[in-house]
């Protein structure tokens, strides 16, 4: 299901909205209005009626040469030839005004016509000022609003400017409330600073498409008191959006340029098949957010043999070795044990003992890589296999550790049952010094089951882990963007609106400053406000993001960044 929106004119970047109901014209040259047909409508009594022939409708929708126009179908419609004729006689009447004669002040003339589906929280003043065009302007091409007040779902009618004619009105020094109305300024947060970074050096501009599941086939179908209830179904597509929108107001401020188009996939296969096969992605250099496995997968095959990269935000089962155009944003499991023993052979001691606790007979070649990895840096390292397979796990472990030799308890798959049978075996060993707990993913249980410790025990045990998000509440880019974000949309981000702002913004800096994509990825690691970011390419495969955050958890301190 296309969410119908055309959004830029190779202008610059700017936010729109939030979900509600989205419709788009699809064009690239100008953007044009859309009708949506009604039962009994004929493309010959389309055409009557907004002034046009029937040929010229059929050239803006070629597939109904062939097939009947249904109801509910989209239709483009074409600029009617007397609007033409009119700005056409305009500019030869305004070229015979002799020179002495005084001109009226200029009204911008649009170069075309885009849509702004109104959300909720918007205001006339927001999206007048979002759009760089008057509050008058808008009003004349949308003439409702001089007699009623906005409301959501509401589809205006917004004229597309030249950048120099676009303009900025201050902003009101007091707010007037109307009634079904949330008077919110949907002003750009500029205060913030990491708004306020240095123009990029645009070498290219990128045209990028979001296939979201945002589910508006059932919202047009669900009973609700508010939208945010009509979509609730939606709220990952949403966080994911809101926090994207940030990063594309944030790049358009910063001199990124870039066509965007966005699609809602409703999660499922044959509606992303429609969408590949009814829309022209020949121009699209990404396409960012299936957000589940087989969905970016079908994209991806899909965009099979061309320039388009796909991009997975959450997924880490993707096969990228044979997947040539896909971008794994997520840091597969692979990575995260290898981030973790490189962590180790740099910062463990070489006279530390070992105990690696894992199922012989399952983890044989992890256990291998993993004596392989510490061996190699950290030569005199006793490295010990507690063999889950015998059971009474507890026991042999409190057996194991040795009161005078540092102590380091590694665990490549972490689960509730083994971190309480270790716990259990700390404690039955009540040794004195301290034990580093290491494993290949986070688990916040374990983290919990810390702190239902004696506290004499607890005291002396660090639990360290990768994360690929790490929120740092003391940084004061994750408390601008926060701050921004609560003021643009009057709720906090949640991590899939980090991860929004953070993927489109890193990938799309990369990709606009670098004409060699392959470059843009790999050449360097970069880190935004809470992820890190540095592509591999597999060998005749795509890419996989290998950057990640060391953490330390402790019941003293709590969570802490070491690496």
């Not at 009594?45 to 126009?69: I, Q």
Request: aromatic share 8%.
């Amino acid at each position: 299901m296309e969410i119908k929106r055309h959004r830029y004119n190779a202008v610059k970047i700017s936010a729109i909205v939030l979900l509600t109901f989205f419709v788009f014209s699809e064009s690239w040259a100008q953007a044009i209005q859309t009708y949506r047909a009604k039962r009994h409508d004929t493309i010959e009594s389309v055409a009557e009626k907004f002034g046009v022939t029937v040929e010229e409708l059929l050239e803006c929708n070629k597939s109904y040469r062939t097939k009947k126009l249904r109801s509910r179908d989209v239709l483009v419609l074409p600029p009617k030839k007397s609007a033409r004729e009119q700005r056409q006689k305009a500019r030869e009447e305004a070229r015979a005004v002799p020179e002495e004669t005084a001109v009226e002040e200029k009204v911008p003339e649009p170069v075309g016509f885009s849509q702004h589906v109104v959300a909720p929280k918007e205001t006339v003043y927001g999206i007048s000022h979002q759009w760089g065009i008057t509050q008058d302007m808008l009003k004349e091409y949308n003439p409702e609003l001089k007699t009623s007040v906005l409301k959501i779902g509401m589809v205006l009618k917004i004229p597309v400017l030249k950048m120099e004619d676009k303009t900025m009105e201050p902003a009101p020094e007091t707010s007037v409330f109307q009634p079904d109305t949330v008077n919110v300024s949907m002003v750009r947060e500029t205060a913030g600073r990491w708004q306020q970074a240095s123009a990029l050096d645009v070498k290219r501009m990128l045209s990028v498409d979001m296939i979201l599941p945002f589910y508006l086939d059932r919202a047009d179908s669900l009973v609700a008191a508010t939208p945010r209830e009509r979509l609730r179904d939606s709220r990952i597509a949403l966080s994911f959006y809101m926090g994207a929108l940030m990063a594309l107001d944030s790049l358009a401020g910063q001199g990124l340029m870039a066509d965007v188009r966005v699609f809602d996939s409703q999660k499922d296969v044959k509606a992303t098949e429609k969408i590949l096969a009814e829309n022209d992605f020949s121009r699209t250099d990404l396409i960012i957010g299936p957000l589940f496995t087989e969905i970016a997968e079908v994209v991806a095959s899909g965009m099979k043999g061309t320039k388009t990269l796909v991009v997975s935000p959450f997924s880490v089962k993707h096969d990228v070795n044979r997947m040539p155009n896909m971008v794994q944003a997520s840091t597969p499991a692979q990575g995260m044990e290898s981030a973790v023993l490189s962590y180790m052979a740099d910062n463990i001691s070489p006279s530390s003992h070992v105990i690696v606790i894992a199922s012989a007979m399952q983890q044989e070649a992890q256990i291998a890589r993993i004596r392989k990895r510490l061996s190699e840096k950290v030569k005199y390292t006793s490295i010990e296999l507690l063999n889950t397979d015998l059971g009474n796990n507890s026991d042999r472990l409190a057996s194991m550790v040795k009161q005078n030799v540092p102590t380091v308890i590694l665990i490549p798959e972490l689960s509730q049952s083994f971190m309480s049978e270790i716990l259990q075996g700390m404690e039955q060993s009540a040794r004195i010094g301290d034990t580093d707990i290491f494993a290949f993913e986070i688990a916040d249980r374990a983290k919990a089951m810390m702190g239902e410790m004696k506290p004499e025990v607890a005291s002396r045990l660090r639990f360290i882990y990768p994360d690929r998000l790490f929120e740092n509440g003391q940084g004061y880019r994750y408390s601008d963007f926060e701050n921004g974000f609560r003021t643009r949309y009057r709720e906090l981000p949640n991590a899939y609106a980090y991860e929004g702002f953070n993927l489109v913004y890193d990938l799309l800096s990369r990709m606009a400053t670098d004409t060699d994509t392959e470059h843009a990825l790999t050449s360097r690691s970069t880190e935004q406000v809470g992820s890190r970011y540095r592509y591999m390419k597999y060998h005749s495969g795509g890419y996989a993001n290998t950057e990640l955050f060391i953490l330390m958890y402790s019941s003293w301190k709590g969570e802490v960044l070491l690496y």
